[in-house]
């Protein structure tokens, strides 16, 4: 399985990216997909979360400002970034879980500056 995530760059504060995460195979192969950021020293933390039916799960700090969402006909996962903060700024890796084992994409920088 391969994920291939793509969309990062330098935006400024206020802006909005799309990340993207293209999966070789069918989304529904997996129980759960993914986004989580990882900054230099630190763990990389769950950003966002959406299960094989739909339901989502958001960390605190995006909760209102990022969305989750799939098309599910393009195995692609996507996550709408509005109202970027500089805290934003990090390396943004896609996820996916299934009974083998967590799969990772290969990760994007997202850069917002002040």
């Known amino acids: 399985v391969q994920l291939q995530a793509s969309g990062g760059g330098l935006v400024q504060a206020g802006g909005s990216l799309r990340l993207s995460c293209v999966v070789s195979?069918?989304?529904?192969?997996?129980?759960?997909m993914g986004w989580y950021r990882q900054t230099h020293g630190n763990q990389r933390e769950l950003v966002a979360k959406?299960?094989?039916?739909?339901?989502?799960y958001y960390s605190d700090s995006v909760k209102g400002r990022f969305t989750i969402s799939r098309d599910t006909t393009e195995n692609t996962m996507y996550l709408q970034m509005s109202s970027l903060k500089p805290e934003d700024t990090a390396v943004y890796y896609c996820?996916?879980?299934?009974?083998?084992?967590?799969?990772w994409g290969q990760g994007t920088q997202v850069t917002v500056s002040s």
């Open positions: 959406l299960d094989v039916y739909g339901a989502t």
């Open positions: 996820n996916a879980e299934s009974r083998y084992g967590p799969r």
């Open positions: 195979e069918s989304i529904f192969a997996f129980d759960a």
